[in-house]
């Protein structure tokens, strides 16, 4: 197995890098539980993940996160003892970055998926900052419709605050739930999470450092109480194009819902639907990745990088 580290050229840099093949191997023993049936409800629409696909990439992913989950409960261990204390263990919190279109979604969903099947951790939750995104009314009076899904569209205080309950202890934290038909918060809806074993955040913008204040001080982020996280990479150009391809498969799908917040996209013709798409990519999520989403790559502990075909062709680790 070749390893190489990527940095300044002497084998001294942040990360070790596998490629696909290398990567494969380190769960080469390790069986797979999901099957066809399951990985279809998990993937995203237009998404082509395969069962080769979580074997040889996801599948060590959750291998090497729950030698990370065991190796933190003996940390909380030693600590505690050290301290004298006698307090329970926390949720053990990751986070997955990425672009809009690229997959984080589903990839989400897999490493929820497989990690609930390690009988050391089963209770596994998942919650998408979505739900943290300002109302659409809200939005409109800041003027800030053109910015969704910008850091500045967020209720980052509530997100921080709702990690920071999670990652305290605490019994029950609720988060908003969003709704991607009518395109906004639903109304007294809201999703319960109940101290999990491990809990899955994912979000455009889950790796931001803390803002800047006017006093020149900073305060939290939510990224500083994440245990691990994942960047899906891929090339811009690609994704882009993936963006659109999805935007046609919505036109012809979820558009057609009278509920739909884009109902009036189900009537464009393809050339139509093309050159919206392009533009919505062009004006808002190309910015967005460029200027707030990409910067946050190299924060990240694992970089999962995907061709052109939407496969994984390397991964990168931080080293410890």
Excluded: C
């Amino acid at each position: 197995m070749v390893q190489r580290f990527t940095g300044n050229g002497n084998g001294l840099g942040p990360y070790v890098e596998r490629d696909r093949a290398d990567w494969a191997e380190l769960a080469a023993s390790t069986p797979l539980t999901l099957d066809a049936a399951t990985l279809e409800k998990l993937r995203g629409l237009r998404d082509p993940t395969r069962l080769i696909d979580v074997s040889e990439v996801y599948l060590p992913l959750t291998r090497l996160l729950s030698e990370y989950v065991r190796h933190t409960g003996n940390l909380y261990r030693s600590t505690n003892e050290f301290l004298r204390l006698s307090v329970d263990r926390t949720p053990f919190v990751i986070g997955v970055a990425g672009s809009v279109a690229v997959g984080k979604s589903t990839m989400a969903r897999l490493l929820r998926e497989l990690l609930a099947g390690w009988p050391e951790h089963p209770r596994v939750t998942l919650i998408t900052t979505d739900g943290f995104l300002l109302p659409n009314a809200e939005l409109e009076r800041r003027g800030l419709m053109h910015r969704k899904g910008f850091p500045e569209s967020y209720d980052r205080r509530e997100l921080l605050r709702f990690v920071i309950d999670v990652k305290s202890g605490k019994e029950e934290v609720t988060a908003p739930v969003y709704s991607h038909l009518t395109y906004d918060i639903v109304p007294g809806e809201q999703a319960v999470v109940r101290r999990p074993d491990i809990m899955i955040i994912e979000g455009l913008n889950v790796l931001q450092p803390a803002r800047v204040r006017a006093d020149g001080t900073t305060g939290l982020a939510v990224s500083d109480f994440f245990d691990f996280s994942v960047y899906v990479d891929a090339d811009p150009v690609d994704i882009r194009d993936w963006y659109i391809q999805r935007f046609l498969s919505l036109r012809d799908t979820a558009f057609q819902d009278p509920r739909s917040y884009f109902v009036k996209y189900g009537k464009f013709t393809e050339e139509e639907a093309i050159a919206e798409a392009g533009r919505i990519w062009d004006s808002i999520n190309g910015p967005n990745l460029w200027t707030n989403i990409r910067p946050t790559r190299g924060r990240a502990t694992a970089i999962l990088r995907k061709d052109s075909d939407h496969r994984v062709k390397w991964v990168r680790i931080r080293k410890v």
